[in-house]
């Protein structure tokens, strides 16, 4: 933790360490809070937090797992081994663009924002393309439900 010992050495400056030990204290406070109120009401937190929580778990792996899924295996570029998927703006902003996990495999360290910016230059070289999650999957069960389960290369 930052509060305690000696900072990471990404914090450089006194405004970051500031920045890192404020951000510590109010996520304390949030967890603190979290904990006291589902010791006292306990059926308030399951039904506003734990229930909601389970479904963002079901959307995440919604959208994470068409990444890597029947990709290319084992060495290879970020454009065999990756998939990327046009989604709609709602999706991009809950999964700060995501989707666009073939530009943040070729450029690792980019903010999410510019995401985009790169899919745009390299979206013609990109080996594995899908066209929305939902058809993603659509795909996937039918091609279950057919017997059919192609490998990866």
């Not at 010992?5 to 360490?17: E, F």
């Not at 909601?52 to 959208?63: D, K, Q």
């Not at 690792?108 to 924002?113: E, L, N, Q």
Request: charged letters at 15%.
């Amino acid at each position: 933790m930052t509060r305690v010992g000696k900072p990471p050495a990404h914090l450089r400056t006194r405004r970051q360490l500031r920045i890192a030990n404020i951000s510590t204290v109010i996520s304390m406070l949030i967890l603190a809070s979290i904990v006291a109120f589902g010791w006292f009401h306990p059926s308030i937190v399951t039904r506003a937090w734990l229930i909601p929580l389970r479904g963002g778990m079901f959307l995440t792996a919604m959208v994470t797992l068409p990444e890597h899924y029947l990709c290319q295996l084992g060495p290879g570029t970020a454009l065999e081994t990756t998939r990327a998927t046009v989604s709609n703006r709602l999706v991009r902003f809950f999964f700060w663009g995501t989707n666009f996990h073939t530009a943040h495999h070729l450029v690792g360290g980019i903010p999410s924002h510019r995401l985009a910016k790169v899919h745009a230059m390299m979206a013609d070289q990109c080996g594995h393309m899908e066209r929305g999650y939902l058809r993603w999957h659509t795909r996937r069960m039918w091609m279950l439900a057919s017997g059919r389960h192609p490998t990866a290369t």
